[in-house]
Each structure stands twice: as structure tokens, then as C-alpha cells.
């Protein structure tokens, strides 16, 4: 029922807020035993960068301390640290890879 007015009520809000999933930053830490080429492989395995892209996010890792390799949702970011941690693992190297909510 309109009340009689013709008036069947006021959109208050116009633009209804979309809803999207949450990201996680995937991020390599630097330390001081794994081999530069070594995360430059793990780079371009795991994360589908060129070569030229890997070498220049493990230099950022290794003079800051750590970067921001990709973004991803919650599944594909843990699938990315696990198999990172796993392979570092298998060659004996201290690598660290790690995932944050954006
Ligand atoms: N700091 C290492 C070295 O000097 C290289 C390195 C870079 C290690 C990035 C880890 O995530 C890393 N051999």
C-alpha cells in the first residue's frame, strides 16, 4: 500500500555496495643462505614472472628485507606459500614465504 499518494517509498541508497572477495599479498622474506638464482627459479615457477621480473623482485627482497610478489584470493595465495616453503624445503634452503590479508 502506497498510503494513497502514489509515493512506494524512497531509495535511500542509489549505489548499493558490491561485495568482492578479500586479497592476500604474497610476500618472500630475505635471509641470508638461499641462493639468488635459487629464488629467482622459485619466482618464475610459482608466480609465472619473466626472468628479467624475478631477478629484480629478489634483488627488492634481498636489499629491503621483503616484497610483495602478487595478489591473490585467500586459495590461490595459500596453494603459492605452500608450494614455495615446500620446494625450499625439499632443497634444504631457509626460504620464507608468507601471506597477508590486503
Ligand atoms: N640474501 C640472499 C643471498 O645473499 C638472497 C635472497 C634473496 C634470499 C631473496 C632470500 O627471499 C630471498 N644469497
Redesign the pocket.
Same mark, same amino acid.
Given at each position: 500500500d502506497d498510503g494513497g499518494d502514489g509515493d512506494l517509498g524512497v531509495v535511500l541508497e542509489t549505489r548499493s555496495k558490491t561485495q568482492r572477495p578479500p586479497l592476500y599479498k604474497v610476500m618472500?622474506?630475505?635471509?641470508?643462505?638461499?641462493? +639468488?638464482e635459487f #629464488?629467482v627459479h622459485v619466482l618464475e615457477r610459482f608466480f609465472g614472472l619473466t626472468h628479467a621480473q624475478s631477478f629484480e623482485i +629478489?634483488l627488492t #627482497?634481498?636489499k629491503r628485507g621483503l616484497a610483495v610478489v602478487g595478489v591473490f584470493s585467500f586459495e590461490v595465495a595459500e596453494t603459492k606459500v605452500g608450494q614455495v616453503m615446500d620446494f625450499a624445503r625439499r632443497h634444504q634452503h631457509p626460504?620464507q614465504c608468507t601471506m597477508e590479508k590486503e
Amino acid at each position: 500500500d502506497d498510503g494513497g499518494d502514489g509515493d512506494l517509498g524512497v531509495v535511500l541508497e542509489t549505489r548499493s555496495k558490491t561485495q568482492r572477495p578479500p586479497l592476500y599479498k604474497v610476500m618472500l622474506l630475505n635471509d641470508d643462505y638461499t641462493p +639468488m638464482e635459487f #629464488v629467482v627459479h622459485v619466482l618464475e615457477r610459482f608466480f609465472g614472472l619473466t626472468h628479467a621480473q624475478s631477478f629484480e623482485i +629478489m634483488l627488492t #627482497v634481498h636489499k629491503r628485507g621483503l616484497a610483495v610478489v602478487g595478489v591473490f584470493s585467500f586459495e590461490v595465495a595459500e596453494t603459492k606459500v605452500g608450494q614455495v616453503m615446500d620446494f625450499a624445503r625439499r632443497h634444504q634452503h631457509p626460504l620464507q614465504c608468507t601471506m597477508e590479508k590486503e
